[in-house]
């Protein structure tokens, strides 16, 4: 196990890596849902006022 | 000219599309982006000049591709929403951006990563990173003009216009990186693509890649869902504000 | 042709008149070159190594900050509708304002690019080359500007928008033309750069009006 955590001494540079690679695709994933999220919530209070106001 | 989304057909259409094949693009991605990452982590094998960093470049290669793939899909979205005035094209093009900007610097942080061993130093000017880091302008150039307008129809367009010009001009431009490359480099520079790919490196690399693709159509998907809220509130608080006025 | 005729005059007569701003770019290229010696040594075997492409740098921004003008005072007094309405093709309107922008800001660079070179230590049995290529592509680098400076007419950031949109479009023909410069100091043949350089011109020319129009019918919507 300590072997493969050591990646033959490259760790350095392997584990950044594909730590760089996961946290960018999780970070744009959470970014992009959160974001539909808060667009869904707008419109929808946005509907609502306009149909109340009518 | 406001976008008028009455008149799209389409989003409807789409999001009866969205809904029936989301599912599955997610479950496909969460099963093959593990899968390739650790086979190519833990089962395949080490090469006999980079050592273990050529792992490296199971998340490099990926990347780089669906870069370059989701430039080419944002200039072919472009052209169509240009051309034809398919309204969801443009939108689609304006989501999968920032998608692709990603992948971009993802890239580029892993094939500096992966050149750091061999140049011993964090950059180097070669081909295909300083072709990348101009992708990654291109992309950055097309965010900033889509963004950068009060009326997000114009600004779309704006920006559709430059991925069109930008597509035309990439082979120029990776035509002329070569070239300038071969003339101020050594003739033996590692290159970044690794040994002759192995079928046991081919396996590993395949399902990451299309894992990573699986990944971008779901994300796509949601990105554009998402987009299509935007212009409505625009619509909407656009329409109450000519309504009050 | 000579409503084009009539265009460039104007564009030129408006420069003349705003003659202040197209002085400002020469000063700029003049001083932006000036300034390297003072970032990297006065070291003369250093600088005329690099010369030849800090002649080239320096030509290129100068042609970017002088895009704003290209069209935005026309839009702001209104005859850019006029233009675009009015004038078909518009395409030719774009050339006409590209031929104006290049003699007043590309053809002083040409004109001065030896001057800098020599300051900057270049081996000036190459000065012809150097000023070759950037005859050629001081052109290519108006019409990459003007695709950027319609782009971003309606925006609201301008300038370092266009900065960033018009520079991958201008890298081609200053690779080409660069090693133009560095092939004559190696003795290697110089044609096929200068050649490569004219087509990437001529081939992109059309590209740019194209596409600058279009950027001009949605700015003046």
Known sequence: ?54 | MPLRLHSLASPARFDRFARRILPWTWVLAALLIPCGLLWGLAFSPADYQQGDTVRVMYVHVPSAWMAMACYALVALLSASFLVWKHQLAGIAALAAAPVGACFTATALVTGSLWGLPTWGTWWVWDARLTSVLVLFFLYLGYIALAGSFDDRSRGLRAASILAVVGVVNLPVIKFSVDWWNTLHQPASVLRLDGPAIHASMLWPLAITAAGFAAFFAALLVVRIRSELLAWRIEALMRRRSAGAA | MTGIGALVARDLALAVRRRGEAGLTLAFFVMAAAIFPFGVGPDPLLLGSIAAGVVWVTALLASTISLDHLFRGDLEDGSLEILVLDHRPLEGVVAAKCLAHWLATGLPVVALAPLMALLLNFDMDAWWVLVLSLAIGTPALSLAGSVGASLVLGARRGGALTGLVVLPLCLPVMVFGVGAVEAALAGRPVLPHILIEAAILVAGAPLALKASAAALRIAVE
Do not use: K
């Open chain 1, 1 to 54: 196990m300590a072997e493969f955590l050591d990646m033959g001494g490259d760790a350095a540079t392997v584990w950044p890596a594909y730590g760089v690679t996961i946290a960018v695709l999780t970070g744009l994933l959470v970014a992009s849902l959160r974001t539909y999220a808060r667009r869904r919530r707008d419109l929808e209070r946005l509907e609502r006022t306009g149909r109340d106001n009518r």
